[in-house]
């Protein structure tokens, strides 16, 4: 098309220099880093932008562009490319509309109503994320299955930064650290986790019966033997606390109670360190946690 018209144009104006041909298809732009090709284009500063009798504002921080063709569909490609490029440049969206619209494109055109859409919401203040994919218990289930126990982890974390509710907050928790407690074998961290699970969910017995756990599998690393008992008579108290907040418990802690009972303090040593049933002592192995003594 443009060939043809420079062709026809020495004949309808056989004054018109060879070197105004060009001027038809003149592109002008100050150029943003995402320019238009090179041949489409010739810089030009559009030094018309501010309003007359007014300082000059600020170099502008976009490209303008004009092209001067008619055809809407011509260029209407090439605009919708740099609208993909500068989506979040309000000024430049400003510009993209007002040549679509000034050089023969229907307001109805879809590329128009999108481009309008973005710099109505640009304009507004309003611009969102796209919506968060909403959890998945069954995908954290699938991870941790596969042996992906991490992922699962990363899954559960971003779960509890969009959630607002503290219960299912403090579900969230308890399920990682189950992970951490059956899968990585991690009981510092599986502790710590299962603590803020009871602080947002302080009426769910799980949490308490998972703490209890944590604390057992603890008291194999501590090395000595008063303190595992002791480690025993912290579990002891998680599952007590547990069967006294939930009823649908009862039956999971007071199995977990029996089996310790062997495990329990000797009245003997106690004896030789002078600690009588009923003092308070903190149990160490990383328990950290104060428990009133009680003996076999």
Same mark, same amino acid.
């Given at each position: 098309m443009k060939y043809a018209v420079m062709f026809l144009l020495p004949l309808l104006f056989p004054g018109l220099k060879p070197a105004s041909f060009h001027q038809v298809f003149r592109i002008s732009t100050v150029l943003s880093p995402t320019a238009l090709p090179s041949n489409q284009i010739v810089k030009d500063l559009d030094s018309q932008?501010?309003?007359?009798? $007014?300082n000059p504002s600020p170099e502008p921080k976009a490209a303008f562009y004009k092209i001067?063709?008619?055809?809407?569909?011509?260029?209407? $490609?090439?605009?919708?490319?740099m609208y993909h490029t500068n989506i979040d440049d309000i000024e430049i969206l400003g510009?993209?509309?007002e040549q679509l619209k000034t050089k023969g494109c229907l307001e109805n055109d879809p590329t128009i109503k999108m481009i309008q859409a973005r710099f109505d919401a640009l304009k507004a203040g309003i611009v969102q994320e796209d919506d968060p994919e909403p959890f998945s218990a069954d995908e954290v289930d699938r991870l941790v299955k596969e042996g992906n126990a991490h992922e699962a982890i990363r899954l559960l974390e971003v779960a509890i930064e969009r959630e607002t509710?503290?219960?299912?907050?403090?579900?969230?928790f308890l399920q990682i650290a189950n992970i951490q407690y059956k899968e990585l074998k991690d009981f510092p961290e599986a502790r710590k986790n299962a603590y803020r699970a009871t602080e947002l969910a302080s009426r769910e017995g799980k949490t308490y019966l998972l703490l209890g756990d944590i604390y057992l599998s603890m008291s194999r690393n501590c090395g000595e033997s008063w303190q595992e008992r002791l480690a025993a008579v912290a579990a002891i108290e998680k599952y007590e606390h547990a069967r006294n907040i939930d009823s649908t418990v009862v039956i999971e802690a007071n199995r977990r109670i029996l089996n310790l009972g062997g495990s329990l303090p000797l009245r003997e040593d106690g004896f030789l360190r002078q600690v009588n049933p009923g003092?308070?002592?903190?149990?160490?192995c990383g328990i950290n946690e104060t428990i009133t003594v009680r003996f076999q």
């Open positions: 932008r501010d309003d007359p009798g $007014q001067a063709c008619s055809d809407c569909e011509y260029f209407t $490609q090439e605009l919708e490319e510009y993209i509309l509710d503290s219960l299912r907050k403090g579900m969230h003092d308070k002592v903190l149990v160490g």
